[in-house]
């Protein structure tokens, strides 16, 4: 049988139902989706494919996938380290954001992040930001996957002066990617605190009309709390609990403060949570009990959150630190194991996103998602267990193939569509208008954490 391609690898990591690590086999690739997993010999006598790759002493497994993003953030890197959260937005962030964050910003910035991002090993991405059009844009350059989000503030930005223009655009937004293969979109009101309660009600309409997610910052720090019960009485997510937002397609991102009952409600709402545990201790936000979660049934993804906070977007580093976190702050050492890492981020992502029919997985049927990880060097070696060593022992720099819908973004490190020299001088021209700006300003209101 002719086909397109066939890749093999001394192992695949499935990530499938039953976390099988497969040893010599290949995947063979039609139309961007994988139709067949099988061991070399045998894939070689049934296939004849127009192009053939084998990764000697090399894992394939699922394209990684980053749950939680504000991706033209990355021109915002390391400009205001080490401050609190609500300083770190309120005098630096929103300030630069409202002199500078246009389309051509998020433009810029996505491709940056993009860039990282596939060079990291992550394939699809969740975004929340300003200008999204932009950001679909940059996508569609790269052949990344991206669910980009519908952004809903209660206040007027540069890109939107109201609730109504903001839905507006949303479904704008929407209706351009509609039949995207590798883009989507989701709701994405930014948090409790800046979402008033009426249009938080009409963002639950919206995306029940489009059948699409709703993603959202909650309970990221204690002062969060503090201000809403403070003012209202209640606790956010009993809020948004009320106003009929807690079901299976909401994402809530950081969850640091949670109490005992409320791990039990987002259980029996089968409600997603994202976790940015880099970025949460960088901004002293606190840590999300993960492994209370896990065990109460809830389905927990990994997310970077924005470069400006976190400072990276390297996913294999979130499994690591995930999984150390998690054993630390449990107290328990058997507590987020290497496959559990692994899922959170991969499949858990795809679930999240509703596109665990697609992606998330090494699984014919899906599509080709799929990067390579270099497990032959000495920092490697020696090798008992190849899903401990990818959480544990690699680095992305060891990340050296990248497939999107079976279309090769990388390879051997070298990035396919994108130019990495171009984007290091547009980053570097962007460094020399903010940095000229200055971040001492009078806070506007505008941005994202």
């Known amino acids: 049988m002719k086909i397109k391609h066939l890749i093999s690898a001394s192992w695949l990591l499935t990530v499938d139902q039953d976390d099988r690590v497969l040893k010599n086999h290949a995947i063979a690739i039609q139309d961007g989706t994988i139709i067949d997993i099988l061991p070399i010999a045998a894939a070689k006598q049934k296939y004849q494919a127009e192009q053939y790759t084998h990764l000697e002493q090399q894992a394939l497994l699922p394209g990684l996938i980053n749950a939680h993003t504000h991706a033209a953030m990355s021109l915002l890197k390391g400009l205001a380290d080490d401050l609190p959260l609500m300083e770190w937005l309120e005098e630096h962030i929103w300030p630069a954001e409202g002199q500078w964050a246009d389309a051509d910003f998020v433009y810029d910035g996505t491709k940056l992040a993009i860039a990282e991002m596939l060079r990291s090993g992550t394939t699809c991405f969740n975004d929340m930001y300003f200008f999204p059009e932009a950001a679909a844009k940059a996508v569609e350059e790269s052949g990344i996957r991206a669910t980009l989000g519908m952004i809903l503030v209660d206040f007027p930005t540069a890109y939107a002066q109201s609730p109504d223009e903001y839905f507006q655009k949303g479904r704008a937004l929407n209706d351009y990617c509609a039949d995207h293969p590798t883009i989507s979109t989701l709701l994405a009101p930014h948090a409790p605190y800046t979402v008033s309660d009426e249009p938080l009600k009409?963002?639950?309409?919206?995306?029940?009309?489009?059948?699409?997610?709703?993603?959202?910052?909650?309970?990221?720090?204690?002062?969060?709390?503090?201000?809403?019960?403070?003012?209202?009485?209640?606790?956010?997510?009993?809020?948004?609990?009320?106003?009929?937002?807690?079901?299976?397609?909401f994402l809530a991102v950081h969850m640091t403060q949670l109490q005992d009952d409320e791990i039990v409600l987002l259980a029996e709402k089968n409600t997603h949570v994202i976790h940015c545990p880099e970025s949460n201790m960088k901004l002293a936000s606190g840590f999300c009990p993960v492994a209370k979660l896990l065990e109460a049934g809830v389905n927990v993804a990994l997310?970077?959150?924005?470069?400006?906070?976190?400072?990276?977007?390297?996913?294999?580093?979130?499994?690591?630190?995930?999984?150390?976190?998690?054993?630390?702050?449990?107290?328990?050492?058997?507590?987020?194991?290497?496959?559990?890492?692994?899922?959170?981020?991969?499949?858990?992502?795809?679930?999240?996103?509703?596109?665990?029919?697609?992606?998330?997985?090494?699984?014919?049927?899906?599509?080709?998602?799929?990067?390579?990880?270099?497990?032959?060097?000495l920092e490697s070696q020696p090798l008992y267990d190849p899903v401990s060593h990818l959480v544990y022992c690699t680095s992305r720099n060891q990340v050296t193939h990248s497939w999107v819908n079976g279309r090769l973004l990388m390879e051997n490190r070298q990035l396919t569509t994108l130019d990495s020299e171009a984007l290091v001088t547009t980053a570097k021209t962007w460094q020399a208008k903010i940095a000229t700006f200055g971040t001492h300003t009078t806070p506007t209101e505008n941005g994202n954490d």
């Open 202 to 249: 009409e963002a639950g309409r919206l995306a029940g009309e489009l059948t699409a997610p709703i993603h959202m910052h909650v309970h990221e720090t204690a002062f969060e709390i503090m201000q809403a019960t403070e003012n209202g009485g209640e606790r956010p997510l009993s809020r948004l609990n009320k106003l009929g937002l807690l079901d299976k397609h």
């Open 303 to 377: 997310g970077t959150d924005g470069n400006a906070s976190n400072n990276d977007l390297d996913m294999l580093g979130e499994m690591r630190t995930a999984a150390l976190i998690g054993k630390g702050f449990s107290g328990d050492a058997t507590a987020i194991p290497a496959k559990q890492a692994l899922r959170m981020a991969t499949i858990n992502g795809a679930k999240a996103l509703g596109l665990d029919h697609v992606t998330g997985s090494l699984e014919t049927g899906k599509s080709a998602d799929l990067i390579a990880m270099d497990l032959s060097g």
